[in-house]
């Protein structure tokens, strides 16, 4: 078990490989309460099936989330170790979105397994886990606070504070990044507005939780 969670740890920490869909997946356009996102499905023959609907983490462009949704299933689906779980990894937007706007599709793709998985994916659920790194880990953790499922796992989720993590980019203490600058140009810098930040903040959805979750952190993380 110890050598698998280090292969998920470093498989994650790892450079996003342009990834394919294999033989077995199915790459679908959704439409789910007038919300529309991809997703990237991996099911098993067996007619009853456990569901795990995972989350990637940060991207650059939404030209990489199809990719990251890939990368992040086949990683998921290394470690699981089991023939009888249907997989569907969710490639909700990023680019040009203020960060944590993405929990609209990515709440639609969760509502749309719960609810059509029966009828349009032919399988029927015994029980539904969530699992989410970094910024996917940030969504995961903001769904628990949304809807009850069998068990979540936030992998280096994040960003916990956005004043001091874009704090650190206006200072010039870090490289800017596309997420930090759009919330500059939403809301002025942290010190103007810290309270648009905040309630952006992964330490703003530290209440409520429905399900039991896992919060999982590297020692060697950095600060942000």
Known sequence: ????????????????????????????????????FDVVIDRPPNPVVDV???YHGTVQSDDQIIPAAINTLNRVKEI???SDVMFVSVAYPQQFVLFGDGIREAEAALLWVRERTRKVL?????????????????MVTRLNTM??????????????????????????????????NLLRQ????????PAAYMSRSLLNFTN????????????????I
Do not use: W
């Not at 029927?124 to 790194?133: E, P, Y």
């Not at 939403?186 to 507005?193: E, H, I």
């Open 52 to 54: 795990v609907v995972a």
């Open 186 to 193: 939403t809301y002025g810098t942290t010190d103007a507005n």
């Open 80 to 82: 699981t170790n089991r």
């Open 122 to 138: 032919k399988r029927k659920i015994r029980k539904l886990f969530l699992v989410g790194h970094s910024q996917g880990g940030y």
């Open 147 to 180: 809807h009850r499922t069998d068990g979540v796992i936030a992998n280096a989720p994040g960003p916990l504070n956005l004043v001091y993590r874009c704090g650190l980019e206006e200072s010039g203490q870090i490289t800017q990044s596309a997420v930090c």
């Open 1 to 36: 078990m110890t050598d698998k969670i280090a292969f998920f740890f470093a498989a994650f920490a790892g450079i996003l490989l342009m990834c394919v869909p294999s033989d077995a997946q199915d790459v679908r356009r959704i439409t789910h309460n007038k919300v529309s």
């Open 208 to 223: 409520g939780h429905r399900s039991d979750i896992l919060f999982v952190q590297g020692l060697a993380d950095s600060p």
